[in-house]
């Protein structure tokens, strides 16, 4: 197996395992999927396309995200729910200086807690992805939407 096919099949699991630490709950752990100046951005696919800077949430490094968790988990008060992420195959290309984009879209399903599922967000993940001490790690995490249209309960990273 080529070390390419070994890093791709790394970047498909650390994807897969995101979205499933995501649904699971497990949210302490989300910052740890970046790296430590890492970006997160949640921006609509009209914004995006039009180069506009103004997206729905954005997080620059681990501290804003574990800051974004531990606000969620104290501070804000919200209706409890679940995700469910349906992904895509991912589409993954190599550039020359070592980063790898990767494409995978998403549909994800909200569970709220009288028991009533709903699609809640559909789009694509564009992410820039290194590779620290043999690990895959998100340099940026572009969520990006289809639609406008977002419902104000967004609380939890896509």
């Known amino acids: 197996m080529t070390a ?3 890093a791709r099949a790394a970047i498909e699991d650390v994807i897969t395992a ?3 630490d995501i649904d699971d709950g497990a949210l302490d752990g989300w910052p740890d999927y970046f790296a430590p100046d890492g970006i997160y951005q949640i921006i609509t696919r009209e914004t995006f396309e039009a180069g506009l800077p103004m997206g729905i949430m954005l997080c620059e490094g681990r501290g804003m995200m ?4 531990q606000a969620m988990q104290t501070a804000n008060i919200y209706e409890a729910h679940n995700y469910c992420h349906l ?3 991912s589409r ?3 550039g020359s200086d070592g980063a790898f984009q990767a494409r995978t879209n998403f549909n994800i399903v909200r569970t709220m807690q009288d028991g009533g599922s709903e699609m809640f967000a559909v789009g694509k993940y564009l992410d ?3 590779f620290q001490d043999g690990r895959p790690l998100f340099q940026e995490r572009r969520v990006i939407l289809e639609s406008r249209r977002v419902d104000i309960l967004l609380v939890y990273p896509l």
């Not at 574990?66 to 968790?69: P, V």
Request: avoid cysteine; charge should be negative; charged fraction near 25%.
């Open 87 to 89: 992904l895509g195959r």
């Open 128 to 130: 820039t992805i290194v």
């Open 92 to 94: 993954i290309d190599g």
């Open 4 to 6: 390419h096919m070994d």
């Open 66 to 69: 574990a800051d974004r968790i």
């Open 18 to 20: 995101y979205a499933h």
